[in-house]
């Protein structure tokens, strides 16, 4: 998708181990989101940050912590990756001062197993 | 969690037209009512949105009703490419969307 690049694409870990997702733009769209996505559940709101080191949490945050330090840049961090968070990691960014406003742009998702 | 409601799947013979409704009860004046679209497990992909009148563009049109608690996205001639999850949305506050599982509409050749 154009301006929003998600790495790696593909990751497979291990039960306990740390794992960083990031989350790329180059729109300088203010807004960025965290989503996973699985089977039966829709996309679901992990974080999201409306600036520099501005964030918040979505719905289903237990177990993620993200930081933005510079405007293109949102890293999503699982401390210790568990069975349950195999799901596959969609970014999306927004500028609501857009005019139009098309809402969000998606990137194209990082796929997660935790062996 | 999702304010819309959505049929959870529909078919659709290629080159008819696809009319996917939707319920946005709990919408309120000054939100939009946003169409997405899901192709394989490609990320979603903004339609169109709207907030009182009827929209249309290259890919779609949007009719929302007068109260604007509903509205249906067309897609006028279907292609085996339409075949997608597509998800409606209405815009929450902080600038947040909530994706319900959205319409699977299989196109049927």
């Known amino acids: 998708d154009a301006g929003i690049t998600q790495s790696p694409r593909h990751k497979v870990t291990e039960t306990g181990t740390p794992v960083t997702l990031r989350c790329h733009q180059t729109e300088n769209h203010r807004y960025m989101y965290w989503y996973r996505q699985d089977p039966g559940h829709g996309l679901r709101l992990i974080h999201y940050s409306y600036g520099v080191k501005d964030t918040d949490k979505g719905e289903v945050s237990d177990g993620y912590s993200v930081s933005r330090s510079k405007t293109e840049d949102f890293l999503l961090t699982l401390e210790s990756a568990t069975s349950s968070q195999t799901s596959v990691y969609f970014c999306?960014?927004?500028?609501?001062?857009?005019?139009?406003?098309?809402?969000?742009?998606f990137g194209s998702g990082t796929r997660l197993t935790v062996v | 969690d999702a304010k819309t409601t959505q049929p959870p799947s529909m078919d659709c013979a290629e080159g008819r037209a696809a009319n996917l409704p939707c319920n946005h009860s709990t919408i309120s004046g000054n939100e939009y009512v946003y169409w997405y679209r899901q192709i394989h497990s490609q990320g979603p992909q903004y339609i169109i949105h709207?907030?009182?009148n009827n929209e249309t563009n290259e890919m779609a049109s949007l009719i929302i009703t007068e109260d604007r608690k509903s509205s249906t996205l067309i897609l006028p001639h279907a292609t085996l490419r339409d075949t997608a999850v597509y998800y409606c949305i209405d815009k929450n506050t902080g600038n947040q969307f909530y994706f319900g599982t959205g319409t699977s509409l299989t196109v049927i050749p």
């Open positions: 999306a960014i927004s500028e609501p001062r857009q005019r139009p406003n098309y809402g969000y742009t």
């Open positions: 709207g907030l009182k």
